[in-house]
């Protein structure tokens, strides 16, 4: 279990996170939700090892350092750039473990094995520039899992792509879960969460919310986390947020 004790971080004067307090649990899938300039990513990169935070301390109840794979936002730019679908793969086991020059016959059967396990084996000499949206995801998936992590930390995975696209990733990520991985994932979409993960952690600058979603989201969590007065109404026996009609837009 990781264990975040009262966290804060600051990027110089400019205070963006302060008393984060939670824990992740082991094979669990935690959506991290809130809008633009909350922290969110901040708080990958604090979980990632990347980034100090300035107050606070994170605990990990395991005697061995946790393995962490990055998913990092889709980039278009790096679609750019001129490798084949493995190339890129096997840069996650150069981040990993660079002792040589040189890719081992080992790292490009892990490399296949990711690949296979993923459904994109057969793109592999594919230019990054000839995959879809959806593929891309995968493929950067798949970069990550080169690290060996327990730990998988995903950016806005489904940003950029469409529904059913999206429904793809998200299948994937249930489906890394019963492999045994603990996911941590960012997210603007507040009802995509709602209905597809257990558990919610709402972020404004610190913790507004934090369980269930149809325990955590109500107007005023909503509301604290987003600063918009917004109504939850309930789908099915899972929340659904909507404009509120105080707001005077349309409906």
Same mark, same amino acid.
């Given at each position: ?36 300039? @909350? ?7 604090? $979980? %990632?090892?990347?980034?100090? /935070? !300035?107050? *606070? ?84 998936? @798949? ?7 327990? $730990? %998988?930390?995903?950016?806005? /995975? !489904?940003? *950029? ?91």
């Amino acid at each position: 279990m990781i264990t975040l004790h009262d966290i804060g971080f600051s990027y110089g004067n400019n205070h963006v996170l302060h008393d984060i307090t939670t824990d992740f649990h082991p094979g669990e899938i935690v959506g991290i939700i809130g809008p633009s300039g @909350a922290g969110k990513t901040t708080l990958l990169r604090i $979980l %990632l090892g990347e980034l100090t /935070p !300035t107050q *606070g301390r994170i605990n990990n109840s395991s005697s061995a350092n946790i393995a962490v794979g990055y998913v990092p936002q889709l980039d278009s730019g790096e679609r750019t750039f001129p490798l084949t679908v493995e190339e890129m793969v096997l840069l996650g086991a150069a981040a990993f473990s660079r002792k040589k020059p040189w890719f081992d016959h080992s790292e490009k059967r892990e490399a296949s094995r990711i690949l296979e396990r993923l459904g994109i084996l057969q793109l592999r000499n594919n230019r990054l520039s000839e995959l879809s949206g959806g593929q891309f995801q995968r493929a950067l998936i @798949a970069r990550a899992l080169m690290s060996r992590p327990s $730990l %998988l930390l995903l950016d806005e /995975p !489904t940003s *950029g792509i469409d529904l059913h696209t999206r429904q793809q990733v998200l299948d994937l990520v249930h489906e890394l879960q019963t492999d045994g991985f603990t996911i941590i994932l960012t997210t603007h979409d507040l009802n995509w969460v709602a209905a597809q993960l257990p558990r919610i952690l709402c972020l404004n600058g610190t913790v507004t919310g934090d369980g269930a979603p149809s325990e955590v989201l109500t107007s005023q969590v909503v509301r604290e986390t987003y600063g918009a007065n917004m109504d939850v109404i309930f789908h099915q026996g899972r929340p659904v947020v909507v404009d509120s009609v105080n707001n005077g837009g349309n409906q």
